[in-house]
C-alpha cells in the first residue's frame, strides 16, 4: 500500500511506495498533462507506482534524490531548468523517457542509443512500446543487481526479459552526453533570436569594455571566472560556461569541452586525437583547445 503527499493541486507529489515496486517519477509543468500520462500508465502497466510528480527540472532532481525512482518520465521544455539540464543531474542508475513536442529532431537525437521518448500528443499504442521497453531494461538491471549481491536471479521480472528478448541497458555515459548535448543545441536553437547575446561586458584594468559576440574566438572558464579571447585581447569575466550557452548563436558557437566553448567561423582545422578525443587549432593563433570525448561527437559529421 502506497501513501500520497499532496500540498496543494499543482504542487509536486510525493508517494511513499511498496517495497520492491517499480517506481515512476512524471515531471512536466502542465498539470494536466501529468494526469494523462499518469492515467494511460495505469492502464498499461498496472503494478507500476507513480512515486511522484514535479513541475520542473529543479523539482525532478531533487525527488530523483528523495525517491530513487526507476524510471522518469521527463518533459523536455519547461520553465527554469529543462529536462535535458535535469536529466544531466540524475545519474547513470535511473531510466528516462523524454517526452517532447518536437518530433523531428526528438526522432534524430534519441535513435542514436536506447534513450526512449514520446512525441506530444502520444497514443496508446506509442507509450506501449516504451512500457515493453522499461520493462525489459529494469528486468534486466534488477537481474545484474541481484547477481553482483550474490542474491540469484529476481523472478518478479524475469519474465519480461524472456518475452521481450535479451538485455538492454541504458546508454554508457559518453553516448548518453552525447545526445542530451544535441537536445540542448536544440533548444537553444528555438529560443527567440532576440534573447542572443550581441555583447560580452568584460572589465578590462579601469575600464569596462564591450565585446562584439561575432569577434570572441572561445570561452575557457575555470571554478570562478571565464576567460574570453576576442580578436582584440582577451579578459575575465563572470558568467558560467552555462550561462553563454543559454545565450549565444548554437549553429556558431559549441561546446567542445566542460571548460570550453569555441566560435566555429575561426577554427581552421581539428585534428583527431587518441581515445576518441580531438584538438581544435584556430585561425591565425598559436594554442590549441582540447575536445573531450564527451563532445568530439560535433566534429564526426565533418
Not at 537536445?183 to 562584439?212: C, F, H, N, T, Y
Not at 548563436?249 to 566553448?261: A, C, G, L, M, V
Not at 587549432?281 to 561527437?297: A, C, D, I, M, Y
Amino acid at each position: 500500500m502506497s501513501s500520497v503527499e499532496r500540498d496543494d493541486e499543482d504542487a509536486p507529489v510525493r508517494v511513499t511506495p511498496a517495497p520492491g515496486a517499480v517506481r515512476a517519477l512524471v515531471v512536466d509543468d502542465e498539470p494536466l498533462l501529468r494526469t494523462h500520462l499518469a492515467h494511460h500508465l495505469a492502464q498499461l502497466w498496472p503494478e507500476l507506482e507513480i512515486a511522484g510528480e514535479a513541475r520542473n527540472g529543479r523539482e525532478a532532481v531533487d525527488l530523483v534524490e528523495q525517491l530513487r525512482p526507476d524510471v522518469v518520465f521527463l518533459d523536455v521544455h519547461m520553465p527554469g531548468m529543462n529536462g535535458v539540464e535535469a536529466a544531466r543531474l540524475m545519474g547513470p542508475d535511473v531510466q528516462i523517457v523524454f517526452v517532447t513536442a518536437y518530433e523531428q529532431y526528438a526522432v534524430a537525437a534519441f535513435e542514436q542509443g536506447a534513450i526512449d521518448y514520446l512525441v506530444k500528443p502520444f497514443d496508446a499504442d506509442r507509450l506501449g512500446e516504451s512500457v515493453a521497453r522499461l520493462r525489459r531494461r529494469i528486468a534486466e538491471r534488477r537481474r545484474a543487481d541481484a547477481a553482483d549481491a550474490g542474491l540469484g536471479q529476481v523472478t518478479s521480472l524475469a519474465g519480461d526479459v524472456a518475452e521481450a528478448g535479451g538485455p538492454l541497458s541504458r546508454l554508457p555515459a559518453n553516448d548518453l552526453d552525447a545526445v542530451l548535448s544535441a537536445l540542448a543545441g536544440e533548444l537553444r536553437r528555438r529560443a527567440p533570436a532576440g534573447d542572443r547575446l550581441q555583447w560580452i561586458r568584460a572589465s578590462v584594468g579601469q575600464m569596462i569594455k564591450l565585446i562584439p559576440v561575432d569577434e570572441v574566438l572561445y570561452f575557457r572558464s575555470d571554478e570562478k571566472y571565464t576567460l574570453v579571447v576576442w580578436v582584440g585581447g582577451e579578459a575575465l569575466i563572470r558568467k558560467s560556461i552555462r550561462e553563454l550557452l543559454d545565450g549565444l548563436e548554437p549553429e556558431t558557437f559549441i561546446q567542445i569541452h566542460r571548460s570550453t566553448i569555441v566560435n566555429l567561423r575561426f577554427v581552421s582545422q581539428v585534428i583527431k586525437g587518441p581515445n576518441e578525443t580531438a584538438e581544435v587549432h584556430l585561425k591565425g593563433r598559436n594554442e590549441t583547445l582540447s575536445v573531450s570525448r564527451n563532445h568530439v561527437h560535433w566534429f564526426r559529421q565533418y
